[in-house]
């Protein structure tokens, strides 16, 4: 049986290093997908993601199909692997399930992950996700684990502090508090 596995990570360089300490292990770079905010300019598109798969994917097989898009709620994003093509889908035809939660959730992930791994790609973290077999979900962890993801726990509970429950794709990109806004 298949599975997904993701992880989130504070930055693109982060999930690099999963991307390619995954494609080292032997992982296909189809099996793989990255997903991750990016603060330029979407008109740019495959251009623009092409210069910033030297900070995602480096030297990882997967640059060659990055490319960026608007996704709601998120604002521009850099996408590649499988995710994307759900994201691109439905990105042209307005579906639902071209959406960032229903990629995700199609991809075997729940509801609640899938909301929690959207909001940190809003506040400009990226996710891998993985699909792999049953047998090898425990490899896979390790080699994520390794490139150290955000601790989904904690994270989690300072977004709800903060008044977060789900990821809500009519609130726009994320923009962290000001000090005026704390003042």
């Known amino acids: 049986m298949t599975s997904t596995v ?3 990570y504070e930055t693109a360089a982060d999930a ?3 991307v390619m300490r ?3 292990a032997g992982v296909s770079p189809d099996d793989v997908s990255i997903i991750g905010y990016y603060a330029g300019e979407t008109a740019e598109g495959a ?3 092409a210069q910033i ?6 030297v990882a097989g997967l640059v060659a199909g990055l490319a960026s898009l608007p996704v709601p709620g998120i604002g521009p994003v ?13 990105a042209t035809a307005g579906a639902a399930a071209g959406s960032l939660i229903g990629s995700m959730t199609s991809a075997g992930l729940s509801d609640q992950d899938a909301n929690f791994l959207a909001e940190t790609v809003r506040r400009g973290g990226a996710v891998v996700a993985v699909r792999t ?3 090898h979900v425990p490899t896979i962890e390790k080699i994520m684990n390794g490139a150290e993801p955000i601790d ?3 994270r989690r509970a300072e977004y709800e502090r903060g008044g977060w429950t789900r990821f809500d794709e009519a609130s726009g990109p994320y923009a962290p508090p000001t000090w005026s806004d704390v003042t």
């Open 6 to 8: 993701s992880r989130s």
């Open 22 to 24: 995954l494609e080292a």
């Open 78 to 90: 850099v996408a590649a692997g499988w995710v994307f093509g759900t994201l691109a889908a439905g």
């Open 133 to 135: 077999t049953d047998s």
């Open 16 to 18: 690099q290093t999963a």
């Open 47 to 49: 251009a623009g993601g």
């Open 152 to 154: 989904t726990e904690l």
């Open 53 to 58: 798969g030297g900070g995602i994917g480096g």
